[in-house]
């Protein structure tokens, strides 16, 4: 029997001990450290020597360690199943359980301590029973029925403060959530390329937590079918981030299904789990990580590819652990899946600049050098007869070919410095050239021997900028041209004038004229030499307008804006 001396001290340890768990209710203790404390209190309110708290994990029917106060390290994290030990049997039962020594328990799980006297009670909130508390000491101490009224009493504070430590767990962990989304979005908002996003990644989200990660994106043909699997990066605490791109064979398996609805898988064991495909258990055992966690990277409903999670030991995956994986998948799998269509259109961007290149570079190599070649080939095929006639005419024909020789080798030299790199350098703008109306009249003094008569006028114009004067000079070449070969031109009259806000071109032919052609058209030529014309002046902002019919000729009019103060 206890003295009243006795039951004053006690009562004394018992309101100091409530006053503590209070203290520890408001203290904002993460659930851990103030379950250690708890434990502790429990311990000097009943004068035990260990003690130890389990929280109650229902779906798996067992109590689980969570906190202990002069225990061995290897009893937090174990767990007891309903029935076993002295914490399962307050599980089965919901009522205190005392023993004098705790090897006449049921099933006991720590043959160390079979000589202790040992008292469990149950935690309950609500109703609802959420953990065990469970004490011991070694003789002669033992426990009695008002000892366990005292402790069940104070498993109600106990229950309090394990429930607001709980909600504010709940609350950080949302709030860590947030900020991780925060920082995670905007670090991938400015990676400019899938490899930048894919380290930014590794950094802001793999290096906080404990398993070993990689990021794999998927390689698909023509068929929208995936043929294989870029490993993009991967982070592990002792290599730290590594990003590349090395590709692996994709092969199908039972996990597919299951990943392209878009849900996690978990796999504690790939020696054990029957879903593991044969190939992915011999991966993973070459890697040495068993454990293994699949979150699927969707965009646009599609899956383009995984967040893989490893662990070197077997383990049952903690869903808490994984929430900050897969609430910045999301994100990751809408980063990678923009920066690759940019990429995309970039890369189409670029197609179309090239061919747009070849094009304008393949019309310049028709306005000049094929202009100047068919010059030469109409005066060559003329000088053998040129020479019987006349030696003199002979001659300076001859001298002619030489000149229109020396121009296409520099229209030629002109177009391939255009075409060679210039190693980052800003391309080299064209020296002014000659004004326009010398620059026409010299070519059409260089074709008059072999042309039909060739009349010029240019007596209202005034000159405009470079790149005007440029296409205008190729428009006259390629039209002068064209007649000359095709029109069988009696004469043809050239005239450049300014008028009001318009410059205007005319080359007017009286020979057989374009039996397709229909008045106000841009012309029904598919070759370079019209769609030539018609790029140029729709470059200048202009309008192209050939008229003729057959038998009358044809008159081709062009109209480009005329430069402002000119």
């Known amino acids: 029997m206890r003295t009243d001396a006795e039951r004053l001290q006690r009562l004394l340890r018992r309101e100091a001990s409530l006053r503590d768990v209070i203290e520890a209710i408001g203290s904002g203790l993460d659930l851990r450290s103030l379950l250690s404390r708890i434990a502790e209190i429990a311990c000097r309110l009943l004068e035990a020597d260990n003690g130890a708290i389990g929280l109650v994990d229902e779906e798996a029917g067992v109590v689980r360690m969570a906190a202990t106060w002069r225990m061995p390290e290897d009893e937090i994290g174990s767990e007891v199943r309903c029935g076993q030990g002295l914490s399962g049997q307050v599980m089965e039962t919901r009522q205190p359980v005392i023993y004098n020594r705790y090897g006449d328990v049921n099933d006991p799980t720590r043959s160390d301590f079979s000589d202790h006297a040992v008292i469990g009670v149950p935690i309950f909130w609500r109703d609802r029973l959420i953990g065990t508390f469970g004490l011991g000491s070694p003789p002669p101490r033992t426990f009695d029925q008002e000892d366990a009224a005292v402790l069940s009493r104070f498993a109600e504070h106990a229950a309090i403060a394990i429930e607001n430590a709980r909600l504010f767990d709940r609350v950080q962990s949302s709030l860590d959530e947030v900020q991780l989304l925060y920082e995670t979005t905007a670090r991938l908002g400015l990676a400019a390329h899938p490899d930048e996003i894919v380290a930014a990644y590794l950094d802001q989200v793999a290096s906080t937590g404990k398993y070993a990660c990689t990021v794999t994106e998927y390689v698909y043909d023509a068929g929208d079918q995936r043929v294989g699997v870029l490993i993009k990066g991967r982070w592990s605490r002792a290599g730290g981030a590594e990003v590349g791109n090395t ?270 052609s229909r008045e106000g058209s841009a012309g029904r030529g598919t070759g370079l030499g019209l769609s030539g014309i018609r790029r140029r002046v729709y470059e200048l902002g202009g309008s192209v307008r050939i008229q003729g019919s057959s038998g009358k000729g044809t008159i081709v009019t062009v109209s480009v804006p005329r430069a402002k103060g000119d």
């Not at 789990?273 to 068993?290: A, F, I, N, T, Y």
């Not at 179309?352 to 030469?376: F, M, N, W």
């Not at 190693?423 to 002014?432: I, V």
């Open 247 to 516: 590709r692996v064979p994709y092969s199908r398996d039972d996990l597919d299904p299951i990943l392209d609805s878009g849900q996690t898988v978990m796999i504690g064991n790939v020696e054990t789990d029957l879903r593991v495909s044969k190939d992915l258990r011999e991966m993973q055992r070459q890697d040495g990580h068993p454990g293994l966690a699949l979150i699927p990277l969707i965009a646009g409903g599609r899956r383009i590819g995984l967040v893989v999670l490893t662990s070197p030991i077997p383990l049952e995956w903690d869903p808490a652990e994984l929430r900050p994986y897969q609430a910045t998948a999301g994100y990751l799998a809408i980063a990678l899946q923009q920066r690759r269509e940019q990429l995309d259109l970039q890369e189409a961007e670029r197609q179309v600049a090239v061919l747009e290149d070849r094009q304008r570079l393949a019309h310049e190599l028709h306005d000049s050098v094929t202009q100047v070649l068919t010059s030469i080939n109409f005066i060559a095929q003329a000088t053998p007869g040129a020479l019987a006639k006349d030696h003199q005419e002979g001659l300076a024909r001859i001298d002619q070919l030489a000149n229109l020789s020396q121009r296409a080798l520099s229209e030629m030299r002109a177009l391939l410095l255009e075409l060679s790199p210039r190693s980052g350098r800003e391309p080299e703008m064209k020296p002014a050239s000659r004004p326009l109306p010398l620059a026409i009249e010299e070519h059409l003094e260089s074709i008059r021997t072999t042309a039909p008569p060739l009349t010029f006028c240019a007596e209202t114009y005034e000159p405009q900028p470079s790149a005007v004067e440029h296409a205008l000079l190729r428009i006259t070449q390629e039209a002068v041209t064209n007649a000359i070969k095709h029109a069988q031109a009696g004469e043809i009259v050239i005239r450049l004038e300014c008028s009001g806000s318009t410059v205007r071109l005319t080359i007017r032919d009286d020979g057989v004229g374009l039996a397709q």
